[in-house]
């Protein structure tokens, strides 16, 4: 084998190299943050109810508490102006860059009185940093861990 070809091949190698060594980076970073996000989540996340509310089978049904999704217009929307029920949102960036750690936090609000009546906090880990990637975006968030509830909306809504 030729010097050229033997210093061809030793870059080759770096080369592969440095981008395993950037993998094994990223998985324990990721790793680190989604520890982080985890022991957040099992602090401060998930649904907390402090009042619940009884509705007629009719009203659960205009709610959407039948298909088991029910999505509160956006406090300040046209949609919220008629509404009942309102959803205020608060979101705060904790760390900036890649990844990006939210936490988010929903109160559902009674809109005559402007009571809260449940909230639910999620922190969420967004992107994933790894160069190649194809386009796939990894995230990690409250609702990834079975020890958290976070459906607030069907904790404070019950059908009579």
């Known amino acids: 084998m ?4 033997k210093y061809v091949l030793s870059f080759i190698g770096l080369i ?3 981008f395993i060594l950037h993998y094994i980076f990223w ?13 957040m989540c099992l602090e401060d996340g998930g649904a907390e109810v402090y009042q619940t509310v009884r509705v007629s089978q ?3 049904r205009q709610l959407g508490l039948e ?34 750690v939210v936490r988010s936090e929903t109160n559902i609000i ?12 999620i922190y969420s ?8 990637s194809f386009g796939e975006v990894s995230s990690f968030s409250c609702m990834d861990i079975n020890e958290i509830s976070a459906d607030v909306e069907n904790q404070i809504f019950q059908t009579e």
Do not use: H
Request: aromatic content about 12%; proline content about 3%; hydrophobic content about 35%.
């Open 58 to 60: 009719n009203v659960a």
């Open 27 to 39: 998985f324990f970073y990721l790793s680190y943050w989604d520890y982080r996000v985890t022991k």
């Open 125 to 132: 880990r967004i992107g994933s940093g790894v160069m190649f």
């Open 67 to 100: 298909e088991g999704t029910i999505a509160f217009p956006l406090e300040g929307t046209d949609r919220a102006e008629n509404s009942s029920y309102i959803s205020r949102i608060n979101m705060e960036t904790l760390k900036d860059g890649t990844p990006r």
């Open 2 to 5: 030729t010097k050229a070809a």
């Open 16 to 18: 592969i190299g440095l």
């Open 110 to 121: 009674r809109a005559e009185d402007d009571k809260r009546l449940g909230s639910r906090v």
